[in-house]
């Protein structure tokens, strides 16, 4: 019997390690339900494809938080019962724990986003299992479109503040606006979670739903943006789209989540690409809590595959590669000093229009002015025709004395004249 009981332990670890179905020994009876079990586990192709399993020999994410910002997790599933640690609601119909699906349309759109990146399947193969099994989440509920009281910009702009000061070390962001730029309130909202070392992973967007190249958020300088590919790691014309923001890409076909009502449901698109590759930067940081944002980012891309048939990257539709779990936790890689997805607040100093800076009020500095000298008297009355002692002094006098000197020299003059012809006649000789 206790022999039966080592190769029964054997397996369900080769299960849990491996996704492999291990072959039953004639001892032990296989449950019914186990045999049919491992279906769900075996569709999750991208735990062997891309590393995941082999990560979890080194973490499985315990200790990170991962802030879905979504329509809402959803109360009930016993995946997300211990998986949830805190939640709110930033849209003004939700529920305070951001529990509840806002979104008709999208309700299941935030469990489906949280179960790929953390869902707790632990050792029942028969539940879906998040990418980091053991790191918790925070649900933020917001509204798209008319599912909401509160305008969107505001209300991602709020999520990411909440998020942030309620612990996340990652935050995961599944939507696009399709617009390259983003709204002003946002700036401040994305660089107080850089500057407060939170990885930010962001959906590139997908062409089937309109999307012809990544819009904002996925344009903001910084966050790691996640493209998608199919199960066969092709970049994929309807889940994804293209962009020069793109940083890696992930499964975005066939994928798996845990619906509103409980159920594990097929689904596609970036939205799930994304916290497949959010799981991943929780257990980087799980194997390596001293690292920074930055650095988990670079280590995310660093060690990403690189696709068949691209020579350069990154590549417009790839990113750095398709990414891969096992060597992200594991491979040694230098660190960086800055961000390689971008630095916002440059982008910020650079491109926005700010405000003068107030001048600052000039400080008045009272002067004094010697009193002025006391006015001259008052003339006496005189007649206007009369010169007065100055006039006389500087005008009339003058001129009087070089008038009379004028005609004493032209008198001296005719005086000389006359004295010359007098002596002519004198001496002019008398006529016969």
Do not use: C
Not at 5 to 16: G, K, T
Not at 35 to 62: H, K
Not at 231 to 251: D, L, R
């Amino acid at each position: 019997m206790r022999r039966v009981a080592r190769l029964a332990s054997f397996a369900l670890a080769l299960v849990l390690l491996t996704g492999a179905t291990p072959t039953p020994t004639p001892e032990a009876t296989p449950d019914p339900e186990e045999t049919s079990a491992p279906a769900i586990r075996d569709r999750q192709y991208w735990l062997n494809d891309y590393g995941v399993r082999r990560a979890w020999r080194t973490t499985q994410g315990e200790g990170v938080t991962i802030a879905v910002i979504d329509t809402g997790i959803v109360d009930g599933p016993p995946e997300f019962e211990e998986a949830v640690v805190g939640g709110t609601d930033v849209s003004g119909v939700g529920t305070p724990d951001g529990r509840t699906p806002v979104d008709v349309v999208n309700r299941n759109h935030g469990s489906w986003v949280a179960s790929l990146a953390a869902a707790r399947g632990g050792r029942d193969t028969d539940k879906m299992i998040g990418v980091a099994p053991e790191a918790n989440l925070l649900s933020v509920s917001l509204g798209f479109g008319a599912a909401a009281t509160v305008p969107f910009a505001q209300q991602v702009a709020d999520a990411i503040v909440w998020s942030v000061d309620n612990g996340a070390d990652v935050i995961n962001l599944s939507f696009t606006t399709n617009q390259k730029a983003w709204d002003e309130s946002w700036d401040d909202a994305f660089l107080y979670a850089m500057e407060k070392d939170v990885v930010i992973v962001v959906a590139a967007g997908n062409r089937g739903a309109g999307t012809q190249s990544v819009g904002a958020p996925a344009t903001i300088p910084g966050v790691l943006t996640v493209a998608g590919v199919t199960p066969e790691g092709e970049a994929s014309f309807e889940a994804s789209t293209q962009g020069i923001t793109i940083g890696v890409s992930a499964p975005s076909e066939g994928l798996l989540g845990i619906s509103a009502d409980g159920v594990v449901e097929e689904w596609k698109g970036t939205s799930g690409a994304a916290p497949i590759v959010s799981g991943i930067a929780a257990l980087v940081r799980a194997a390596h809590p001293d690292l920074s944002a930055a650095d988990v980012i670079n280590r995310i891309i660093t060690t990403a595959r690189k696709p068949e048939g691209v020579s350069e990257v990154p590549d417009p539709f790839y990113g750095y590669g398709l990414v891969n779990a096992a060597a992200a936790v594991s491979a040694e890689v230098a660190p960086v000093t800055e961000n390689p997805m971008g630095d916002l607040k440059r982008w910020i100093e650079v491109n926005r229009r700010h405000q003068p800076a107030p001048q600052p009020t000039p400080t008045v500095t009272p002067v004094e002015i010697p009193p002025l000298p006391p006015a001259d008297p008052p003339a006496e009355a005189r007649s206007s025709f009369l010169p007065s002692e100055d006039e006389l002094r500087s005008g009339t006098l003058p001129l009087v004395a070089l008038s009379g000197a004028g005609i004493l020299v032209v008198l001296g003059v005719i005086a000389a004249v006359r004295r010359v012809r007098s002596a002519r006649v004198r001496r002019s000789p008398s006529k016969p």
